[in-house]
Nanobody, 115 residues
């Protein structure tokens, strides 16, 4: 199983980014997916998750209304659209899947929000 995040970078406050996570090695459409982030000195934080079919999503209060998770079960991709970014959103962002009790993470992509 391999998860590869992309799309991070430097963005000004108020800006937007879209992160992607390419997943291989499993039947992608069968599994819910999640996005997390971890800032220096802080615990890894669950941001959003999406059901296997994409019809159900949940968000942390810290990102609700600003971030949107989605997926493409044909391309085996999960996305995180991030709008109205704030400096406190700066972190390494990870996608995650739990496959039959085994948890897999990507390597992460850095997001820095700064003027």
């Amino acid at each position: 199983v391999q998860l590869v995040e992309s799309g991070g970078g430097l963005v000004q406050p108020g800006g937007s980014l879209r992160l992607s996570c390419a997943v291989s090695g499993l039947a992608f459409s069968r599994y819910p997916m999640s996005w997390y982030r971890q800032a220096p000195g802080k615990e890894r934080e669950l941001l959003a998750d999406i059901s296997s079919g994409g019809g159900s999503t949940n968000y942390a209060d810290s990102v609700k209304g600003r971030f949107a998770i989605s997926r493409d079960n044909v391309k085996n991709l999960v996305y995180l659209q991030m709008n109205s970014l704030k400096p406190e959103d700066s972190a390494v962002y990870y996608c995650r899947v739990n496959r039959m009790g085994y948890v897999y993470w990507g390597q992460g992509t850095q997001v820095t929000v700064s003027s």
